[in-house]
């Protein structure tokens, strides 16, 4: 029973990223340039998901993921003679501590101070590398030889997705779960129930952002230039926490689907005209806190409950 | 058994041995060891566990998901099956309510959760603040009784109450009675001689 559970809980993992990334193969290279910003989205907002589950709406997802962006193509100039593939690994370690440190000070902050922490946290570095950037080198951006060809960028990202992903269902193993709807709930008393909720909250944070910097360092590869305008950009975070609410906090699927449906809506409105997006954007976030509190994902989850109750229904009568 | 008035500091002094408020002026030891300046999370590994008045459950999840986090908390290594199963002998209402979330559960089925919730940390000392606050008679009669048998396993057991009649009522089970009162505790013996303090029966009897 127990295993049962595990395995089907697990199957979205895996095969979504898996046939996302099949179906790539055979789009036109327009459509592929798109779904990597799907991807990239994806990647962000099941991170993100991860943070609002205990409670905390992040806007700080440009922090990480320019952090990310930022790290790699440092290592790419400092060390010319390591391989791209171990320099968009070595942020690890480096995004980790950040993000320990950025948890330890801001995760004691309750609901509003939070948001404008993250938010201010990744203002801040926006503006200490443009500086930097303008003071020492004279120009702003940063470019990088070899850039990550398309498939593989694809590829890439749909493993990291599938490590959100994973990250997403350790949220849902019961341990976990009660711990962190404990946090959410009712910290004080989480405390008092002997929960070190601090430890966990931290431990969430800091892969969940660890994850978006990858999503970051991978995206500077594919792109090949960054700057601190593009990569720690607010509309990012803003739209990372937009996706994150259109699709809910129930299971993955929630938020890839918000992440495809905004990221096809931006590039087919963009076209027409900038601000008719951020209309949508504005109108869609109002509906769905309207008529449908769960987001893609409660919505995924009721039709589920129904289809197995019918189906329960049809067993018994047979 | 702690016995004190309204804003005796029963609650800060419960708080205060279960890490929950670290003391500036004293020490708290166990078992020869400090542990003022732990957080709760180590000292309810150490066995020192609270189960605070007022809202101590869940009220979305269900009994079984309180119960669980109270194992997760507690000391490792122990068969969580076990414990689970002598909660649920020692209050059956709960085994029968597993399924149902807490904030559906009556105030007393609450307190027991609450008291099960802590016993499922498998504590050395078991602490609860005015377990009997808010409940009719017959509910107080069935949550000590379940002390009693708590004590026999070899839990200690330390209560706090506000009136000095649930003491009298359950004296045989009473051990050792402190009376605090202006944040000082002024008395400590046996339950009779309590009765006839001079302090008690100004503040209880008005004499
Ligand atoms: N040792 C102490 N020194 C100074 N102030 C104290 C001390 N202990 C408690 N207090 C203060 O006394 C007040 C009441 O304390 P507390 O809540 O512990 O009382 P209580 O006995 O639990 O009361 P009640 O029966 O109403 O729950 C609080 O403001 C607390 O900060
Ligand atoms: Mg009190």
Redesign the pocket.
């Known amino acids: 029973m127990a295993s049962k559970i595990l395995n089907q809980a697990l199957i979205p993992v895996f095969l979504v990223p898996t046939i996302v990334f099949l179906a790539s193969l055979v789009m036109s290279p327009s459509y592929q340039r798109i779904t990597v910003l799907f991807l990239i989205y994806a990647g962000l907002s099941l991170s993100w998901i991860v943070i609002f589950k205990m409670g905390y709406v992040s806007l700080g997802s440009a922090a990480f993921y320019g952090a990310g962006a930022y790290i790699f193509v440092y290592l790419t100039k400092w060390y010319p003679s390591l391989p791209y593939s171990l320099d968009v690994l070595l942020p690890i370690p480096i995004i980790a501590f950040i993000a320990i440190v950025v948890g330890y000070a801001t995760m004691r902050l309750a609901g509003i101070f939070f948001i404008f922490a993250t938010f201010a946290s990744a203002e801040a570095l926006r503006q200490i590398f443009l500086y930097s950037e303008i003071n020492y080198t004279g120009f702003v951006g940063k470019v990088i030889t070899k850039p990550l060809p398309t498939i593989e960028t694809l590829g890439l990202l749909c493993i990291l997705l599938m490590f959100a992903g994973l990250l997403f269902y350790t949220t849902t193993i019961p341990k976990f779960r009660i711990v962190i709807d404990y946090i959410r709930e009712d910290e004080e008393l989480a405390k008092v129930a002997g929960v070190n909720t601090l430890k966990y909250k931290i431990a969430f944070f800091t892969i969940a952002s660890v994850i978006q910097g990858l999503v970051g360092s991978i995206a500077a590869w594919y792109l090949a230039y960054i700057d601190p305008d593009l990569v720690f950009n607010p509309m990012i975070s803003i739209q990372v926490l937009v996706i994150g609410l259109l699709g809910g906090s129930g299971n993955i699927l929630g938020s890839i689907i918000a992440s495809g449906l905004l990221v096809y809506l931006s590039e087919q409105l963009i076209r027409i005209a900038s601000q008719l997006y951020l209309i949508v954007l504005g109108i869609s976030v109002i509906l769905v806190a309207k008529f449908m509190k769960g987001g893609f994902s409660g919505f995924i989850d009721k039709v589920w409950e129904v289809w197995e109750l019918r189906n329960r229904k049809t067993e018994g009568g047979r | 058994m702690i016995i004190?008035?309204?804003?005796?500091?029963?609650?800060?002094?419960l708080?205060m041995i279960s890490g929950g408020i670290k003391p500036a002026l004293c020490k708290v030891i166990l078992d020869g060891e400090d542990v003022s300046q732990l957080p709760t999370s180590e000292v309810i590994k150490k066995g020192v566990v609270l189960v605070p008045?007022g809202k101590a459950n869940f009220p979305e999840l269900t009994v079984e998901e309180n119960l669980r986090l109270g194992l997760y908390v507690g000391k490792k290594g122990v068969s969580r099956k076990e414990i689970l199963s002598e909660i649920y002998d020692l209050f059956p209402v709960l085994k029968e309510r597993r399924t149902q979330v807490a904030g559906t559960l009556s105030g007393g089925e609450q307190k027991m959760l609450a008291i099960a919730r802590g016993l499922a940390a498998t504590p050395k000392i078991l602490l609860l603040?005015?377990p009997s606050f808010g409940l009719a008679p017959k509910v107080v009669e069935s949550i000590y009784n379940s002390f009693r048998k708590i004590k026999e396993t070899g839990t200690s057991i330390i209560i706090?109450e506000?009136g000095i009649s649930t003491a009298l009522d359950f004296r045989e089970i009473i051990d050792q009675v402190y009376f605090?009162i202006n944040?000082?505790f002024t008395f400590r013996g046996k339950i009779d001689e309590l009765e006839s303090m001079e302090d008690v029966r100004r503040v209880y009897f008005g004499v």
């Open positions: 004190g008035p309204n804003g005796a500091g029963k609650t800060t002094f708080k008045s603040d005015e706090s506000q605090i944040h000082e």
